[in-house]
């Protein structure tokens, strides 16, 4: 997928940063859009279905966490990639943020350079977790087809719960997945016995692929990366 068919959403009560932001995507080729307010930007993203939303925290009425909350339960908005901007660095908001459905925070203020760096990371990272039945990362082959994994030519025997949820974490490398997230989607409705049934599974599989690939992020999930 090309720069020019990718369509970023930038929604910020602060108009300059709107024109800011929105002048050094579209520099790149992106096609962007721009909402002043939550509401607003609820209304453009429903139409537009965005590939991307960079979405302020702090605005009045709605906020970013309402706002993408929202964006999350709309239909055709599955796979939109929402990253928060925010000046704030407080580990509660973050927190929040996440378990909303967020995909990466971006703080202000930010360089271009490193802005567009992030984005095109961002997008990639959502366009190989849809593309590839199998993903190849790091000496690690994940067959999601096959429910095979192959670490440095060598196949592993994974249940099929780590598999699961060795597969959902690098399906978005760098993406952090709240434990609630990883709970609804690898066990679903079955019981479980909360939180250390993943740590479990967490600990069983860095036994078997190493302990660089997946990362504890404090307070809040685990991510993949390689």
Known sequence: MTTFSHKILI?????????FLSYNLKKEGY?????????????????ELPHLVLLDVMMPGLDGIEVCRELRTSPGMDDVIIA???ARSEDYSHIAGFDAGAD????KPI???????????LLRRNQTGKDNASLDMGGLR??????????????LSLPRKEFELL?????????VFAREE??????????????????VHIRKLREKIGEDFIKTVKGVGYKFEF
């Open 142 to 155: 994940i067959d999601r087809e096959s429910y095979l994994v192959i670490k440095d030519g060598v196949e």
């Open 167 to 175: 597969s959902l974490l690098a399906s978005k490398p760098g993406k």
């Open 182 to 199: 990883i709970l609804n989607r690898v066990w679903g409705e079955e019981v479980v016995v909360g939180d250390r049934t993943i740590d």
């Open 31 to 47: 096609q962007v859009f721009t909402a002043a307010s939550g509401d607003e930007g609820i209304r453009i993203a429903k139409k």
């Open 104 to 107: 990466d925070y971006i703080n």
């Open 84 to 86: 928060f901007l925010t």
């Open 111 to 121: 360089k271009p350079r490193v802005l567009i760096s992030r984005i095109k990371a």
């Open 11 to 19: 929604v910020d009560d602060e108009l300059d940063i709107l024109e």
